[in-house]
Nanobody, 124 residues
Framework: QVLLAESGGGLVQAGGSLRLPCAASGLTFSIYHMGWFRQAPGKEREFVAAISRFHSTYYADSVKGRFTISRDNAKNTVYLQMNSLKPEDTAVYYC??????????????????WGRGTQVTVSS
């Protein structure tokens, strides 16, 4: 059984930072593409960042230059470092895994395994 467990969420002031780890189990982590998505109240789940099995990275325009995605295959963990946080970054953040055959890892339809999410709240 594949499990993705996000952590590290919380309440932070605007301009602050958070680091979200996502620990994966039940899959061969190194061959999966990994992504982060977020969903704010009343909005659709949107792409935030992704890292391919080859360590290529992709970002939404709204977070480019502020967020960094990375992975540690030895620890089966993907990270999302979030700096210069803004109130509009407030959302539930989800970790997801896509198989090695995936084509567009910026698309949520590509992902077949999801975590339960962690809440990030940025106060102004």
């Amino acid at each position: 059984q594949v499990l993705l467990a996000e952590s590290g969420g919380g309440l932070v002031q605007a301009g602050g930072s958070l680091r979200l780890p996502c620990a994966a189990s039940g899959l061969t982590f190194s061959i999966y593409h990994m992504g982060w998505f977020r969903q704010a109240p009343g909005k659709e789940r949107e792409f935030v960042a992704a890292i391919s099995r080859f360590h290529s990275t992709y970002y939404a325009d709204s977070v480019k230059g502020r967020f960094t995605i990375s992975r540690d295959n030895a620890k089966n963990t993907v990270y999302l470092q979030m700096n210069s946080l803004k109130p509009e970054d407030t959302a539930v953040y989800y970790c997801a895994a896509a198989p090695e055959s995936a084509y567009d890892i910026r698309s949520r339809e590509t992902y077949n395994h999801w975590g339960r999410g962690t809440q990030v709240t940025v106060s102004s």
